[in-house]
């Protein structure tokens, strides 16, 4: 769970002033693992904020989303790889085929992936 850095801020400031984390945790409903990460990550690095999430930044973020769309209405029968083609030249960013396939879910965008046709010949 994400908490407000006012949240974060108010902890920190009651753990130096009285010293007590498990006083801390119950006072702002807080676990006091989460107390003691914040007391430790403020003095390691001085600054209350939240930590980046780990990992690396998405390629295709929401920003792009409207352009996705627009690419998969004005290319509807584009696999996913002709898709990472198009967005590279249009964008200059080359994505892979699951990058393309997550954004897409992403932004609830389908895919028409193959024509239909009758299951059987009585069909």
Known sequence: MAYSKDLRERVLS???EHR???????????HEE??????KAFERSGKARAEPP????RKITAEHEN?????????????????????????????????????LKRA????K???SKPLNAMS
């Open 34 to 39: 989460t107390v003691r990460a914040w007391v």
């Open 108 to 111: 609830k965008l389908m895919r």
């Open 67 to 103: 352009s996705l769309k627009a690419q998969v209405e004005s290319h509807s029968d584009d696999t996913l790889a002709q898709h990472c083609e198009r967005w590279e030249q249009t964008t200059g960013v080359k994505v892979g085929i699951a990058t393309m396939h997550t954004a």
């Open 14 to 16: 009651y753990v130096a």
């Open 20 to 30: 007590n984390k498990a006083a801390a945790a119950r006072l702002f409903k807080v």
């Open 54 to 57: 780990p990992g690396r930044p």
């Open 113 to 115: 992936k193959r024509p």
